[in-house]
């Protein structure tokens, strides 16, 4: 697996396991799928639900300032 498709794969989890969407839903989003306004999974508890998550499997830190 590329590191393009493994990213992928790793952001679409994280969606099914924040959100609690289910898979066949998530693999239907392309890269211009509306998410915040659009998924009423996604208010903004949710939203600091998945910076977190998305720092703690890609060993990242997401500044306050660019969220």
Do not use: K, Y
């Not at 989890?13 to 009423?40: N, Q, S």
């Amino acid at each position: 697996m590329t590191d393009r498709s493994q990213t992928d794969a790793t952001l679409r989890a994280i969606l099914c396991d924040v959100l609690g969407l289910d898979i066949d839903h998530v693999d239907t989003f392309e890269a211009g799928t509306g998410l915040f306004g659009h998924l009423p999974e996604l208010d903004s508890m949710a939203v600091a639900g998945l910076l977190t998550e998305i720092e703690d499997r890609f060993d990242i830190v997401i500044d306050d300032e660019d969220v």
